[in-house]
């Protein structure tokens, strides 16, 4: 009996994934949507591509954003497709007409050569003009979304990033904002399929804007202080090559509904799936209902119960008093995370996540998880199959450095435009995050495989292996974090560490990958809730959020009973 309850996840996975493909009706989706910028003197003529899956991309091409051809002029405008009816879509009240999710578009501007004006004081002159680049005032497409990449994922953007929009269909300019330019400690470990593919590049960290139709970027080279002879300063390093500025629309999800906290089911909608979003909802059918926009909290209890008739623990569930499970010790090897359509990773993927936990279940609540649904994710975008770790033994938590600007409503766009970002510009196989936390404490499904399994993530560069990324929305060098952002860490540690048996208040052993701090193949004691930084030289988390790691820790294992 215990065998058969075991097998439950395994069932509920591979029978909900055949299923969905089988039934499954493809969502009708336009391309690249584009609306008309406000006019130019001279427009030239922007041409955009449709999406393709990353799968069927070519090593190293760049065609899957749309290519443009740029000139201080502008772009032309683009008419907006038709929007066909789409069965059990929201219907234009004007023309009864259905309003179909539209997917959302990239913008990808090359970078040239600039000379600041002389009365431009804000950045330091230099010698070479090649150490400033960028892109004049210049009118484009809608986008809320910002970030620079460049050809090579293993140089640095030694240097400053600074942009400035206009906010759409008005005059109104911002101040110049940096982008923070070291993220490249946020990526697949050294020599995987994800990092070695030939599509990934070299990335700033995004910035979100908000809704804006004009844009103006410069990049400055790092100098190194030695001045030449007619006072200007020397560049540290040149700017590596291939810079482009990616502008990112989320696209708009109506049938998306907004993340309240909330304690009820949240139904499936009634449109159709296509067959990605069906297999990436059915990883989660033994959570919830398949095409749910969230997955439901549970009580305690209920979470106590679930994990042990998933396991057929219950014969050795005893008191509390009990003795804990035994301490962590390094780890030699390692096996290597594998990859399917189901999430399915077989018994001994289910005997590791249950050692420790026949004593007592140390485990939170489950709380409620908003879906890659629910927040609107793009499926077709993503590559198709999903990749899996053994365990999770330790959490990363991060922040996305993409500034503060953002109501909790907007956070479903947020995270859309960092997934594209992700995917489409930095050439990621799938946003690099397992979870991500918004300002109000709501926690999104992050990278597709399924919330409860050991989905193999792009978070900590070295440390992705047996670890899970939590990403809170904002940046938090200088700001405090919301502390409904610390409290949702808490639980969703809780919950998810301890369905692998793991104490939020320990520590634990993880193989680093390589990397700027510990060398490939060491054995790294590291807490089991950490900061990016403890795996990285980096600022990330932030300084405030990463002062309240302790604090998480704490509450974490008391939610779990310990």
């Known amino acids: ?37 406000p006019a130019a003197e001279s427009p030239t003529t922007e041409r955009a591509t449709p999406d393709r899956p990353a799968s069927e991309r070519t090593a190293k091409a760049r065609p899957e954003t749309p290519s443009t051809s740029t000139t201080a002029a502008g772009t032309a405008a683009e008419a907006a497709p038709v929007a066909p009816v789409v069965p059990g879509a929201p219907a234009d009240s004007a023309t009864g007409r259905s309003i179909p999710s539209i997917p959302g578009s990239t913008q990808s501007l090359p970078l040239a050569p600039l000379t600041p004006p002389p009365s431009d004081r804000t950045l330091p002159p230099t010698s070479a003009p090649a150490s400033t680049q960028g892109l004049p005032r210049r009118d484009v497409r809608h986008f809320s979304l910002v970030g620079v990449v460049w050809d090579n994922p293993d140089m640095e953007l030694q240097g400053r990033v600074q942009v400035r929009t206009r906010a759409s269909g008005t005059a109104k300019w911002s101040v110049w904002q940096d982008v923070d330019t070291h993220n490249h400690e946020h990526a697949a470990d050294p020599d995987t399929a994800e990092r070695t593919s030939g599509r990934v590049r070299g990335s700033t960290a995004p910035l979100w804007v908000g809704d804006s139709d004009g844009v103006e970027v410069r990049v400055q080279a790092e100098a190194d202080g030695r001045p030449e002879a007619d006072g200007r300063a020397v560049a540290s390093a040149p700017l590596p090559r291939g810079l482009h500025i990616e502008l990112i629309d989320p696209g708009v999800d109506p049938a998306a509904e907004p993340p309240p906290q909330a304690s009820g ?53 005893v008191s509390g008093t009990d003795k804990p499970a035994p301490k962590d010790k390094p ?13 399915t990773i077989g018994n001994a993927d289910t005997a590791s996540a249950g050692e420790g936990q026949r004593v007592k279940p140390y485990i939170g609540a489950r709380p409620r998880i908003v879906t890659r649904r629910g927040w609107g994710a793009d499926e077709t975008l993503r590559e198709r199959n999903f990749s899996y770790t053994k365990t999770v033994k330790a959490a990363f938590v991060h922040h996305t450095a993409s500034g503060n600007n953002y109501r909790c409503a907007q956070a479903p766009s947020v995270i859309r435009s960092i997934y594209r970002y992700h995917v489409k510009s930095s050439g990621w196989r799938d946003i690099g995050y397992n979870f991500l936390i918004d300002k109000c404490g709501n926690i999104y499904e992050g990278r597709a495989g399924g919330v409860a399994k050991p989905v193999m993530g792009a978070h900590t560069l070295g440390f992705n292996t047996n670890s899970m990324g939590i990403a809170v929305l904002g940046s938090f060098g200088a700001s405090n974090p919301p502390a409904a952002a610390v409290k949702a860490i808490a639980k969703l540690t809780a919950w998810k560490l301890g369905l692998f048996g793991a104490n939020p208040k320990g520590k634990t052993y993880l193989k680093s990958g390589g990397g700027n701090l510990y060398r490939k193949g060491k054995n790294v004691r590291l807490n089991v809730i950490s ?5 990285f030289a980096t600022e990330c988390p932030g300084g405030r959020l990463y002062a309240k790691l302790g604090t998480a820790r704490a509450t974490s294992a008391r939610y779990q009973g310990r």
């Open 331 to 343: 780890v030699v090897k390692e096996k290597p995370g594998t990859t399917g359509k189901t999430g």
């Open 1 to 37: 009996m215990s065998r058969i309850r075991g097998m439950r996840g395994y069932l509920a996975s591979s029978i909900a994934v055949t299923c969905a493909a089988a039934l499954a009706f493809p969502l009708a989706v336009s391309t690249d949507a584009a609306a008309a910028p």
């Open 265 to 317: 089911v949240d139904t499936p909608r009634d449109n159709a799936l296509s067959p990605e979003a069906a297999a990436s909802s059915a990883v989660n059918a033994d959570l919830a209902p398949l095409g749910a926009t969230a997955i439901p909290a549970l009580s305690q209890k209920q979470t106590e119960a679930d994990l042990v008739a998933i396991r057929g623990d219950s014969a050795g569930v």
């Open 531 to 535: 900061g990016h930084r403890d795996g």
